[in-house]
C-alpha cells in the first residue's frame, strides 16, 4: 500500500504569491514524522521542514509553513511569496519507527513551477 | 551545503562491474541512510547505519551491499551491474536513529 500520496502532478505559480503542494499519508503508528524536501534540478535534496506526530501547532521554516491535519492525515506545505528559485520537485516523506530501526518513506513528488 | 559528502559525483560504467560509492556523513551524524531514486521507481530506501551496525534495510538487491566504517563514513557496493541500476544515489545523514536526514548532492550511475 502506498504510504505517502503526492497526486499532484505539476502545479504552477505565479511568482509572490502563495502555493499549497498536497501530501496524505498512511500509517498505524501514534509516533511518526513527517518531511518535505526540495529537489531543484541541480539534483541535491534539501531539507525543508518536519512535523512530529505529536506536534500540537504547525510547522514554519521561513517561507515554508506545513498544514498538518492529522485526522486527515494531511502533511500540505506551504510556500508563500514564492521565488523563481523555488521551481523545483518537492518531496514529502514519512519517517516510520519499526521497533528501534526507522526509515523515510518517499512520494512520488510535485513538480512546481514558478512564473514571473 | 548539507555537510554530507559523496564521491564520486559521476560514474559511467559497462555492465557486469562493480563499483563502490562513497559517504561522508556529517560531522556528528551517526546515522547514515542509501537511497536510490530512479524515474521509474522514484525513490526507494535501501540501507540504514547506525553507529556502524547495520539498524534498517529496505529494496536492497543481493547484488548490493553496503558498511559503516568506525570513522562512520559509508560505502554502497554496486556488483554484477545491470543498465536498470543506472539511477542517482543517494547518502543521507542524521544525528540519530530516528531525526531528520540531511542529503548528500548523490552519485550518478551510468551502466552502458
Known amino acids: 500500500a502506498q504510504k505517502i500520496t503526492q497526486t499532484q502532478p505539476g502545479m504552477f505559480v505565479q511568482e509572490k504569491e502563495a502555493v499549497t503542494l498536497d501530501c496524505t499519508y498512511d500509517?498505524?503508528?501514534?509516533?511518526?514524522?513527517l518531511f518535505w524536501y526540495k529537489q531543484p534540478s541541480s539534483g541535491e535534496m534539501i531539507f525543508l521542514i518536519y512535523?512530529?506526530?505529536?506536534?500540537?501547532q504547525n510547522a514554519t521554516e521561513g517561507r515554508y509553513s506545513l498544514n498538518f491535519q492529522k485526522a486527515r492525515k494531511s502533511a500540505n506545505l506551504v510556500i508563500s511569496a514564492s521565488q523563481l528559485g523555488d521551481s523545483a520537485m518537492y518531496f514529502c516523506?514519512?519517517?516510520?519507527?519499526?521497533?528501534?530501526?526507522?526509515?523515510?518513506?518517499f512520494g512520488k513528488g510535485i513538480t512546481l513551477s514558478v512564473r514571473p | 551545503d548539507s555537510g554530507v559528502t559523496q564521491t564520486p559525483k559521476h560514474l559511467i560504467t559497462a555492465t557486469g562491474q562493480r563499483v563502490t560509492l562513497r559517504c561522508s556523513p556529517r560531522?556528528?551524524?551517526?546515522?547514515v541512510y542509501w537511497y536510490q531514486q530512479s524515474l521509474d521507481q522514484g525513490l526507494q530506501f535501501l540501507i540504514q547505519?547506525?553507529?556502524?551496525?547495520?539498524?534498517a534495510k529496505g529494496n536492497i538487491l543481493e547484488r548490493f551491499s553496503a558498511q559503516q566504517f568506525p570513522d562512520l563514513h559509508s560505502e554502497l557496493n554496486l556488483s554484477s551491474l545491470e543498465l536498470g541500476d543506472s539511477a542517482l544515489y543517494f547518502c543521507?545523514?542524521?544525528?540519530?536513529?530516528?531525526?531528520?536526514?540531511?542529503f548528500g548532492q548523490g552519485t550518478r550511475l551510468t551502466v552502458v
Open positions: 543521507a545523514s542524521s544525528p540519530g536513529k530516528h531525526t531528520e536526514a540531511f
Open positions: 500509517t498505524s503508528d501514534q509516533s511518526y514524522g
Open positions: 512535523q512530529g506526530s505529536y506536534d500540537e
Open positions: 516523506a514519512m519517517r516510520e519507527r519499526t521497533g528501534a530501526n526507522s526509515k523515510l518513506t
Open positions: 560531522s556528528g551524524d551517526l546515522s
Open positions: 547505519y547506525y553507529n556502524g551496525e547495520e539498524r
